[in-house]
């Protein structure tokens, strides 16, 4: 399939795409903030650079792009056009992914993953339910977690 609006264009469209302070990053944040945790955003000192950074209980929450980070979920599909260079960055960033993961847990820390499909898309969870298991996970689980849709 073509794409339907030239090249141009489209790397226009696809650099507005921000990598922090996303929605569903915007919900998580301000959720959890309103029931008093507090966190550090982005912390270049740690691989990956977390979305959220939890110091006191040695946590950490990536909330990833469903795209970006190739989540076999309903809202991921491999473009069409210029497959070759997609397969080579989406594959190149689950590569970093792993990497990231990997460091951090040699460091110590605990990870939770929260995928946008939890958030939104048609298998989405109440954000209530999301921020329970979030509250619940800081607070006594010491295991990884994946929440998704």
Known sequence: MVDVVDRQTRSRMMSGIKGRDTQPELKIR???FNKGF????????LPGKPDLVFPKYHSVIF?????WHCHKCHLFKWPSTRPGFWRKKISKN???DKRNYK???KEGWYI???WECAIKGRKNKPLD???YSTTRWLETGKKDK????
């Open 103 to 105: 460091q951090l847990k």
């Open 94 to 96: 689950k590569e970093v």
């Open 146 to 149: 994946v929440i998704k849709g």
């Open 38 to 45: 507090r966190y550090k955003l982005h912390d270049k000192k």
């Open 30 to 32: 301000k959720a959890l």
């Open 129 to 131: 339910n999301i921020i």
């Open 112 to 114: 939770l993953t929260i």
């Open 63 to 67: 909330i990833h792009g469903c795209f």
